[in-house]
């Protein structure tokens, strides 16, 4: 029971979780076809702020 509680929990901060971050992207105006475009920016970016 304890296993179910914990994994419900898990879930249900995920799934909140998801919703914030659903909710900041339609304020950025970010949509799903910008997403890979803005990981490898930030790849990019990481990797000369490590050099």
């Known amino acids: 029971m304890r296993e ?3 994994r419900y929990l898990v ?3 995920w ?3 998801v919703q914030y971050g659903e909710k900041q992207a339609r ?3 970010i949509g ?3 997403v ?3 990981v490898e ?3 990019v970016e ?3 702020s490590q050099a």
């Open 46 to 48: 990481a990797q000369s």
């Open 27 to 29: 304020e950025q105006g």
């Open 11 to 13: 879930e249900c901060e």
């Open 36 to 38: 890979a475009r803005l």
């Open 4 to 6: 179910a509680l914990d």
């Open 15 to 17: 799934g909140e979780l």
């Open 32 to 34: 799903p076809e910008d």
């Open 41 to 43: 920016e930030y790849r």
